[in-house]
């Protein structure tokens, strides 16, 4: 399974799927998506690194 098929099966479970009950439950879960994205993912074209993981690296090069 490919890196972008992993990635669109977790978009669909957290965010397109599920019926949310609230729009505080839906707020919750993009919350946590974007944490997860920004965070945790790594990206390939970030040098595998995570989104904030690399600002900070190039900050740090300035």
Same mark, same amino acid.
């Given at each position: %399974?490919?890196k972008t098929? !992993? +990635?669109?099966k =977790? !978009? @669909?479970?957290? !965010?397109? /799927? *599920? #019926? &949310?009950t609230? @729009?505080i439950?839906?707020?919750?879960?993009? &919350?946590?998506? =974007? #944490?997860? +994205?920004? #965070? /945790?993912? =790594?990206h390939? $074209? @970030?040098n595998? @690194? $995570? *989104?904030?993981?690399y600002?900070?690296q %190039?900050? $740090?090069?300035k």
């Amino acid at each position: %399974m490919s890196k972008t098929n !992993v +990635y669109q099966k =977790i !978009v @669909l479970k957290r !965010v397109a /799927i *599920p #019926n &949310f009950t609230s @729009l505080i439950q839906l707020k919750l879960e993009l &919350f946590d998506y =974007i #944490n997860w +994205y920004n #965070n /945790i993912r =790594i990206h390939s $074209t @970030l040098n595998y @690194l $995570t *989104p904030v993981n690399y600002q900070k690296q %190039m900050s $740090t090069k300035k």
